[in-house]
């Protein structure tokens, strides 16, 4: 790989200044474990309708770990992070096969409740897409959907502290949450997501939005977070990755003698070692713009 693919130090000087240093946002983590896996990804295969839309996926992702999916538009990489809380069920016409275990249990075993899969796995969009409610109701919706157990009040400033969002808010909680600005609603909606205290955070493609200094607000949020949960994120941003995650996994598509398109995982391992030494040339071709 090229000593230029992701320049080894920050541009600027700024608080909040988007650095390129690989493992930048990991520091003062663990080294990357699979040793504890949260999900056992086996044999997966995702169907729309009579469309093979990704084939044969296995990985592991591990506790308290952050995982990234890069890869080209169109490789399956949205696909496969919505089948880890069943968010293709939504489709009509898609069809999951193979395996997606949860702490050993198949998530789509027919007695399975997929809005309790909902409930231990969040998600994160790529748009921020808060309610047209108050900042307070918005992350009061869910515990009181589920029915949780303690003062409102306190749930909400704990969420909102989470998702480093309180002290911006915390005067303003009955305004309504569509007058924040963009990264402020991307941090509600995480906040939104650990109101209801899962153990796993989705993010797909959540910076896409944002600017430099929201992204930088977000990954430095990510990299909290991931003391206490279980993160994985779609990317189309590879130093994002490189910065943020301990894992990645990298997705390209295959054309079949048909000249039909379907996503694929080629590799997947530690970000260093995807970074800075992939065993797959497409891996390294793709990372270093010779596609993609």
Excluded at 83 to 89: A, I, Q, V, W
Excluded at 102 to 123: A, F, K, T
Excluded at 223 to 234: M, R
Excluded at 252 to 276: M, S
Aim: proline share 5%.
């Amino acid at each position: 790989m090229t000593d230029d693919a992701i320049p080894a130090q920050s541009t600027g000087g700024e608080e909040h200044a988007l650095s390129l240093t690989i493992g930048d946002r990991r520091r003062n983590r663990p080294e990357p474990s699979l040793n504890d896996p949260v999900f056992h990804i086996s044999d997966l295969d995702v169907w729309y309708g009579d469309h093979q839309a990704v084939r044969d996926v296995t990985m592991l992702i591990g506790r308290r770990q952050i995982t990234a999916m890069i890869g080209p538009s169109g490789c399956g990489k949205s696909t496969v992070i919505r089948c880890f809380n069943r968010m293709n069920d939504l489709i009509p016409g898609a069809r999951v096969t193979g395996k997606v275990a949860y702490h050993g249990e198949n998530l789509y075993d027919p007695d399975v409740d997929p809005i309790e899969v909902r409930r231990r796995i969040g998600m994160v969009f790529q748009k921020p897409n808060p309610f047209p409610k108050s900042i307070y109701d918005n992350i009061a919706y869910g515990p009181r959907v589920n029915g949780m157990k303690g003062t409102m009040d306190d749930l909400v400033e704990e969420a909102l502290t989470g998702a480093a969002l309180w002290d911006e808010v915390k005067d303003k909680l009955k305004s309504s949450a569509l007058a924040l600005s963009g990264g402020q609603q991307q941090r509600l909606c995480i906040a939104r997501a650990i109101a209801v205290r899962p153990e796993v955070i989705l993010m797909d493609e959540p910076c896409s939005a944002l600017d430099p200094i929201a992204t930088a607000r977000i990954e430095d949020l990510m990299a909290e977070l991931a003391a206490d949960f279980t993160i994985v994120i779609v990317t189309h941003n590879m130093q994002q990755a490189a910065r943020i995650s301990d894992y990645t996994a990298f997705f390209t598509a295959d054309v079949d003698d048909k000249g039909v398109r379907h996503g694929r995982l080629v590799e997947y391992d530690t970000t260093v070692k995807i970074f800075e030494n992939p065993a797959d040339q497409r891996t390294e071709d793709y990372i270093t713009g010779r596609f993609g």
